[in-house]
């Protein structure tokens, strides 16, 4: 299981320089689906990060067999007070709950300012087996904290893999 996962934005020409330098690493290179310019590098290898300016992420739970191919769906969640704990019960349970999924893992953000800040991550085989899951009871459960409001901070992006 990984037990870190970082990730940075940057153009093509930036990104691949980095994939190039460390050829070790295990790289994902994704796009954002909504923000076609918007590219993402994720370091899927476990170590430390290399990236000078990363969002770093530290696993908190994954599925069993949690295997990052295909396509990403990322969410961030940010509550305040008692919604937190009831946040990281239902990213549980989420993650336990039958899907088609890939594979998912529920990550902290390594960051004091956002140390409330929770992210789902999981991955998907292709848009409609995504969309299935969005409109399954699992992901209703979700829909509570998917809304901005004063006491909520909510963020998705769906990134398909560039080859």
Do not use: C
Request: net charge negative; aromatic share 12%; charged share 20%.
């Amino acid at each position: 299981m990984l037990t870190k996962i970082s990730l940075t934005f940057g153009s093509r020409q930036i990104l691949q320089s980095i994939i190039d330098k460390y050829p070790e690493r295990h790289f994902k290179l994704m796009q954002a689906t909504t923000h076609t310019r918007k590219l993402a590098l994720f370091d899927l290898s476990g170590k430390d990060t290399i990236f000078q300016s990363p969002v770093k992420l530290t696993t908190l739970d994954s599925t069993l067999d949690a295997q990052l191919n295909g396509m990403f769906y990322y969410q961030s969640f940010q509550v305040n007070g008692d919604r937190q704990k009831l946040l990281y019960n239902t990213l549980q349970k989420v993650l336990t709950e039958p899907a088609d999924m890939n594979g998912g893992y529920m990550l902290s953000v390594d960051n004091k300012a956002e140390a409330t800040t929770l992210v789902l991550l999981t991955a998907w085989a292709d848009f409609e087996a995504l969309t299935a899951w969005k409109e399954s009871e699992t992901f209703t459960s979700l829909k509570n904290f998917t809304s901005m409001g004063s006491d909520n901070s909510y963020y998705d992006e769906i990134y398909k893999p560039i080859f």
